[in-house]
Each structure stands twice: as C-alpha cells, then as structure tokens.
C-alpha cells in the first residue's frame, strides 16, 4: 500500500502539468452534473419553496405512482423512445458513411472543404436551427414548399402536422451532426496499418472490397463503443430543440418526457412531480447503457469497462 501511494505521488508530481488542465472538466461535472443529484430527493417528498428540501414531507413513491397512473405516460414514453429509436437507426450510419467517404477521396482540397462545411451545422445555435427549420418549411413562404408547388403539389404545413415531426427531428439532426460526429471515425481511421491496403492490393481487392475487409474492420471497436453510449442516451432527447419545434396540434408524436416533465414541473410548479419523471428517465437511460455494454463485451469482447 505504502508503495502504491508512493508510486502514485511521484505520477501525480511528474505529470502535474497535465492533470492541472483536467481541474477545469472536473470541476464542471462536479458543480453541474453531482452536486445537482442530491435534488433528486425532491422526488420522494411534497416539496414546498417555504420549507424548502429537507423540512418538506416525505411521500415516497407517491409521484411515480401519479405519472405511471396519468393517461399520458404511455403516449409520452413510446414519442420519447420512438424518437431516440428513430435517431439512432437513421443518424448513426451516417457519420460512418461520411468518415469512410472521406477517407476514399484523394484530393486534400476538395477533402479539407467537404469536411469543413459538414462540420459547421454543429456550431450554430438550436434556436437558430429551430428557427431555420420553421423557416424553410414555412407553408407560405418557406422554400420547400415553394419547390412542392413548382411541381405541382398543395403546400404542406409540416410544423403544425403531427406525422411529420419525427422526420423533420431526425433528418434536421442528422444535418447537424453527420460531419461533427464523423471526427472519431476519421481519427480510427489514421490508426489502420497503411500495409493491409498494400496487401488487399496485392490479392486484387477493389475500393469496396478494401471498405469491407479493412477499413470496417479497423475502425469497429470505435463504431461499437459509439453505438454503446448512443443506446444509453436513446430516451436523452435533446430538450432544447424539441420545446422549439412542437405545439400543442404535435404533442401527438412531439411530447417527450423532458417536455411533459418542463411542464409539469416549471410550468404548473409541481416540482417533485417533474422531478420523479426526469429521475425515471435517467434510471431508464442507465439500464439501456449497462445492457447495450453487457451485450457488446459478450459478443464482440469490446465494452466501455
């Protein structure tokens, strides 16, 4: 032990430079990710601003039994699990596509812009998104429909029609991330052995049989620990973009459970109430990650731990 905690001391003073560049990263999850747990206790009582957290009643599980029991649960976790599903079958392909696309063109010019310009969408705002995406799919102004009727077809009011959030949702996000998220993929690519081209040259593979038998290969540790933290976060529907986007004539298919907890718990200031549905959430997005990763270290020995 006392060897340990020297060895320890010595890593600590000869790399202290370098962890003093983390203070930073830990300090943000320690002010805005753990301390805020301990609100989770809100849940379990009838919280009151006047007596505050620890001198208000407990009641238990009172409120997961109000949201399991309310008509609406059902509606809000199968729009909030259907749109997770939805971004995870349809975006996660893309980045891979993007990344392995790139990696074929040889002309660093036309690379360095194609990468520059899938990159940008991840820099501007969601409100600015939000606004855009209203914008465009205007149905008196907006350019699709303008295209719409130019081929004869009525125009469509696409953002107070229920049916066509969840594509509007996916498609606009995969727009935004594709080129973002295809960075790590780029990057597992730089560590292929530059030798096992040459020897798929030599047995004559083409560019597609290359792509299957090399590149895929070298870079499924990286798509496999990818796909394991985007199952964890399959009900971790970004908040901000879907309050933007829906109205009441989309709750139909929009309503998630971050929305339905926002207005349960800021709106109508039931706060132990919006509490419990967002604790539910994150107990649901923790088995999903536990499982996804329990899977993939049984059936491919590559897992986050």
Do not use: C
Not at 105 to 112: D, E, H, L, M, P
Not at 255 to 272: H, L
């Amino acid at each position: 032990m006392i060897g340990w905690l020297r060895r320890t001391g010595r890593d600590v003073v000869r790399d202290r430079y370098i962890l003093l560049l983390l203070l930073p990263l830990i300090a943000y999850y320690i002010v805005f990710k753990y301390l805020p747990m301990a609100g989770i206790v809100i849940s379990f009582k009838q919280y009151s601003l006047v007596k505050g957290i620890w001198a208000s009643d407990w009641v238990g599980l009172k409120y997961y039994y109000q949201f399991f029991n309310s008509p609406d649960a059902l509606q809000i976790i199968r729009n909030t699990f259907l749109l997770g599903v939805y971004r995870l079958v349809f975006g996660f392909p893309f980045p891979i596509i993007l990344a392995i696309l790139l990696n074929e063109v040889r002309i660093s010019f036309f690379k360095r812009f194609v990468q520059t310009v899938s990159y940008l969408p991840h820099f501007i705002s969601t409100v600015v998104v939000a606004g855009m995406i209203t914008v465009f799919l205007s149905p008196s102004a907006g350019v699709v429909n303008d295209w719409l009727q130019a081929l004869g077809l009525e125009p469509i009011n696409f953002m107070s029609e229920a049916k066509w959030f969840r594509t509007i949702y996916v498609t606009s996000g995969i727009w935004q991330e594709a080129g973002w998220s295809s960075i790590i993929y780029l990057a597992a690519l730089t560590a292929i052995n530059p030798t096992l081209y040459e020897a798929a040259d030599i047995d004559g593979a083409g560019r597609w049989k290359k792509i299957r038998h090399v590149t895929l290969p070298g870079i499924a540790p990286a798509i496999i620990i990818i796909l394991i933290m985007n199952i964890g976060s399959i009900i971790d529907i970004g908040f901000e973009k879907v309050f933007l986007l829906y109205n009441a004539a989309t709750y139909e298919t929009a309503d998630i459970i971050s929305t339905y907890a926002y207005r349960s718990g800021i709106v109508q200031g039931n706060f132990s109430y919006g509490t419990a549905i967002d604790l539910f959430m994150g107990i649901i997005g923790l088995v999903f990650v536990v499982g996804a990763n329990y899977a993939s270290r049984k059936l491919t020995e590559t897992s986050l731990w």
